[in-house]
């Protein structure tokens, strides 16, 4: 390694945050002004909502892990905002549900990571 350890950002969310290290996305956007000051880590994943980030949160985010991120960007909503499926399929999730999962999502970012959250947690949301 070269040079001291540098904070970890992570950005973790649907689609909004999988495509935002495309050109001229605001992912890249981010690694490139932090370039060499931080690593930018990318979790997203196309097509999830709220209920699948809370079902990953201890594998996305251990509680033992070695090292921290000093930022976690939070990005869901805009798929559990959509309209319910007929058949009960689908990405949706009713708002009440949704508001729960950024709860849980916000206190295991803090209860398990005593440097998570001591600098700073963004919580983005994207409602319909």
């Not at 009960?88 to 440097?115: C, D, F, W």
């Amino acid at each position: 390694m070269a040079g001291p350890l540098r904070p970890q950002f992570v950005l973790f969310g649907s689609s909004i945050v999988q495509l935002s290290f495309g050109n001229g996305g605001w992912g890249a956007t981010l690694a490139d002004i932090y370039a060499r000051k931080a690593d930018i880590f990318l979790r997203g994943y196309y097509g999830w909502n709220s209920r699948r980030a809370v079902e990953v949160l201890d594998k996305v985010f251990p509680k033992d892990a070695a090292i921290h991120p000093s930022l976690v960007i939070v990005y869901f909503g805009g798929n559990d905002s959509m309209g319910p499926h007929p058949s009960g399929l689908g990405p949706h999730v009713p708002l009440n549900e949704y508001v729960e999962n950024m709860r849980k999502i916000a206190t295991h970012l803090k209860v398990h990571s005593q440097h998570t959250c001591d600098t700073a947690v963004l919580v983005f949301t994207s409602l319909g």
